[in-house]
């Protein structure tokens, strides 16, 4: 109900988005050529036919359905950590930069909900199996995943550097098996999609962009789109204040830092006095993000929906935990 009531302004606008325009004229669902054959299989079964046409809200709706049964999914496999569950709503902003656009699509919103459901659920299924049959799991989610919707595959990666920096906050070592073994699927799994994906990709938009950087140019394209991500983000957030920011990132890693460096705990990770307010500061963001996106929304049709500024969110709620824990630590 909640990831109902937060989308409520996307159905409330009821605009078509970006490629929606496209689709709406001429029903062709064209996601096979973009190497997301699940995402044609889905819809064309949601449309009952070779067509697709416009059922919005329903597949915004049953794509927050796949989302919420994750973040279920998700709690049982972080629960050693935490026994909350706000905190993994908010990571959905982290986990895929882009959730608040997807949602914004009248035709994709259900394929991409549901490449994030994979992605997630693949990472809550390696935890809680056997090495073996964990490792099998995820390969297959995150494969399905891919085929829905390819960005979302960090949604898998972020988790597990999330659960490594909590095992060594709380047991002061990592699960190795458990966790080279699951970053083995994940790139098991993206080479095989890479070498089977070229049998789909079709048009010289999906074969430009399904090129692959050359290795000696890595480190500077990452260094690139680090400054292209915080430009945006500071363009996206003109008129917050900046100081806001600054120190939201500055908390956020303190926070991280403090909280894998300190001793192993009995307390877990996210647990202490500084919930409260970190939620508060988390919800803030979250909310001046949002309040951008559908500021952008109304005025102008086709409007990029940013997430950027929400991106924090998640560092800050659980760094200042961390931060006001050792603090209490050390005081004792």
Known sequence: MGLVLATYPIVAADRLYLDDIWRSMYGDPGWTSNARPLADVVMLA????????????????????????????????????????????????????????????????????????????ALAAGMRASPTKGFMLSVIGLFASLCFYQAAVSVYFVLLAFHALFSLATYGTLQWRRHVGLLAAGAVTLLGYKLISGWWLAGGYSLSHSQMVAPATLPMHIFDNTLTFWRYATRTLAGAPRWGLSVTALIALTGLILGTLRPAQANPPLHGPGGSCSCWSSCCYYRLARWVSWRRLKTRSGARAPSSGSALCVPVHCSVRWLLASITDGAA
């Not at 809200?57 to 496999?77: C, E």
């Not at 950590?81 to 949602?103: E, I, K, R």
């Open 46 to 121: 949601l449309n009952q036919g070779t067509r697709v046409v416009e059922l919005a809200p329903l597949p915004l709706w049953l794509g927050l359905a796949g989302i919420a049964t994750m973040l279920v999914a998700l709690r049982q496999a972080f629960v050693e950590f935490s026994d909350g569950h706000a905190w993994l709503a908010m990571a959905l902003l982290v986990l895929q930069p882009f959730f608040l656009q997807n949602l914004s699509y009248q035709f994709d919103a259900l394929p991409m909900a549901l490449a994030v459901s994979c992605a997630g659920m």
